[in-house]
């Protein structure tokens, strides 16, 4: 209400100012008109007194008067109202020459005179036309405006208020029935939503934007308890194995009996499982935290696929093959290697016989495809295969002592790298797997 009334103040005075000196010169236009009037009949060598009797337009009411001076001042001829009295104004110009002035006159005791006074050259010498003008009009029409204003003013505020105390209040009436609803929402309690209003405006969009936050919070938060719950189930597996074995260990020492070099070799596989699936978890955990990329160096990824066909080399059974074309990206060279070599080792587990291992750009991406002959992922779990722990059906199912972090580990890495991961039908049969990374650079020289 206080900027309104300012805005208003500021506008209504200037309205009236303006309005005010629009009505003088339209006053100040009309004395001159007269004043010209006068001359062009003195100049026809008409008497003064006549070339004013002729001209009797406001001087009845007084708004008007006129006087035919002589270059000393002496009167010569007067409008009837000012008849016998003294020079309207002590104004003195020149033939051609034209003054103004506002004056009180005895005319009237409240209303000032807009005065002109032009001289004139006659046949019978030189002569001052001076037409006085009431501005009276005008004044008294800028008055009534102020009065009018000044009584609309207090109404105008009034409806201002009142009509901004209901909108915004309205507003922050569901402003604060949201921040009463989101005061009493914790974590054991994020299923809960905020009301949505039915106006659709900003208050609505906050609403919606709330509850979609709360849908995401509530997913982080269902998919931290999941993910807890089923790393303690894996944790559970070796470490049961780990106690059990060291349990036989126990009674084998207190009987003085050998101990056998499987049981042994088995704790040794367990713990080497816990050891990796510890890792794993931590990797995670970093990833949520603040991400996983370290290091932005120049990598060439030809050279990570090479040693992963390298390291395949002379498995019994299998069949690598390989086609390489010479492309550099832009990260952490260790994650990378994880990356490729966690899609290996899942191809590697699932194919019947043979893996497929590509590398090429296309356009300003890096893509690196790993495809095996195995039974291949169906298309309804193609995008939880890269959630935590999933595990498909028995086509895919662990086999090498995996706990399903393998692919999503492969996810976080090449997220973390601005890059996408996908699974789609090799084309022999099977799953390929294809990694693209922004490769800004052309392909080196093969």
Do not use: C, W
Request: charged share 25%; glycine share 8%; no cysteine.
């Amino acid at each position: 209400m206080v900027v309104v009334a300012i805005v208003l103040a500021l506008a209504a005075i200037s309205f009236v100012l303006l309005h005010r000196r629009a009505l003088v010169s339209l006053a100040d236009g009309a004395a001159v008109a007269r004043a010209e009037t006068i001359a062009d009949r003195l100049t026809v060598a008409a008497p003064d007194q006549p070339a004013l009797e002729q001209d009797q337009h406001g001087q009845v009411t007084g708004l008007v008067a006129a006087q035919v001076l002589g270059p000393d001042g002496a009167v010569l001829a007067s409008s009837a109202n000012v008849v016998g009295r003294p020079s309207l104004t002590p104004l003195r110009p020149g033939p051609a020459e034209m003054l103004r002035e506002d004056r009180f006159l005895s005319l009237s005791a409240d209303d000032p005179f807009r005065v002109v006074a032009l001289g004139v050259g006659t046949p019978r010498g030189d002569r001052i036309v001076v037409v006085a003008q009431s501005l009276g009009p005008a004044y008294e029409s800028t008055e009534s405006e102020v009065g009018l204003l000044l009584a609309g003013f207090p109404i105008l505020l009034v409806i201002v208020g009142t009509a901004t105390g209901l909108i915004v209040g309205r507003s922050l009436r569901a402003v604060e029935a949201l921040r009463r609803q989101v005061a009493v929402i914790s974590d054991k309690r994020l299923h809960e939503r905020v009301p949505v209003p039915a106006a659709r405006d900003e208050v609505q969009d906050l609403a919606e934007t709330m509850n979609e936050m709360l849908d995401r919070l509530e997913g982080s938060a269902r998919a931290q308890r999941r993910f807890v719950a089923d790393a303690s189930h894996e944790l559970r597996s070796p470490l049961s194995t780990v106690q059990v074995g060291l349990e036989l260990m126990q009674v084998r020492l207190q009987r003085q009996a050998p101990i056998e070099p499987e049981l042994i070799e088995t704790l040794r596989a367990e713990s080497d499982r816990l050891e990796q699936l510890i890792a794993d978890l931590l990797l995670l955990a970093r990833a949520d935290e603040h991400g996983l990329v370290g290091r932005t160096d120049e990598v060439d990824l030809d050279d990570i696929v090479d040693g992963e066909v390298r390291r395949l080399a002379g498995r019994p059974g299998l069949t690598v093959s390989v086609s390489l074309t010479p492309v550099r990206v832009r990260g952490d060279r260790d994650q990378l290697v994880r990356a490729v070599r966690n899609l290996v080792d899942n191809a590697v587990t699932h194919a019947r016989g043979q893996v497929r291992l590509q590398l090429r750009q296309v356009d300003r991406f890096a893509e690196i495809e790993v495809s095996d002959d195995g039974p291949g992922v169906p298309a309804t779990d193609r995008d939880r295969i890269f959630d935590r722990f999933v595990r498909l059906g028995e086509s895919r199912q662990r086999s090498s002592g995996g706990v399903g972090l393998g692919l999503a580990i492969v996810r976080e890495i090449v997220l973390g790298h601005g890059g996408t991961v996908s699974v789609t039908d090799a084309p022999g049969g099977g799953a390929a797997f294809r990694i693209r990374l922004p490769a800004p650079e052309p392909p080196a020289a093969s």
